[in-house]
């Protein structure tokens, strides 16, 4: 069983950057397929962003494109996201996903128990 702790989760002004981290635990996670996905207040959990499992492909959420990035350090058996220019409207809770599968990206098997991201103005 892999269990996914999510950290680095906080306010922010609009513009700032946040960083997310995802450390899995149970069993090396390598040879899945990681993400993130969101949540905002009253709307359904949203697709943000997957990376293959050596770190070389990425895909990304159109709202997320060129300011968010995907990354994972299998040694570390961790999962980054580096939010930049962060708008109001990612303000979320943010999830940790392990082994997405669908095509668009919106089932995993393992899941975190979300980090809380606030951007004001």
């Known amino acids: 069983q892999v269990q996914l702790v999510e950290s680095g989760g906080g306010s922010v002004q609009a513009g700032g950057s946040l960083r997310l981290s995802c450390a899995a635990s149970?069993?090396?996670?390598?040879?899945?397929?990681m993400g993130w996905f969101r949540q905002a207040p009253g709307k359904d959990r949203t697709f943000v962003a997957i990376?293959?499992?050596?770190?070389?492909?990425?895909l990304y959420a159109d709202s997320v494109k060129g300011r968010f990035t995907i990354s994972r350090d299998n040694a570390k058996n961790t999962v980054y996201l580096q939010m930049n220019s962060l708008k109001l409207e990612d303000t979320a809770v943010y999830y940790c996903?392990?082994?997405?599968?669908?095509?668009?990206?919106?089932?995993?098997?393992?899941w975190g128990q979300g980090t809380q991201v606030t951007v004001s103005s």
């Open positions: 996903a392990g082994d997405v599968h669908g095509a668009p990206p919106t089932r995993a098997n393992y």
């Open positions: 149970g069993r090396t996670v390598s040879g899945y397929v």
């Open positions: 990376v293959s499992q050596s770190g070389g492909s990425t």
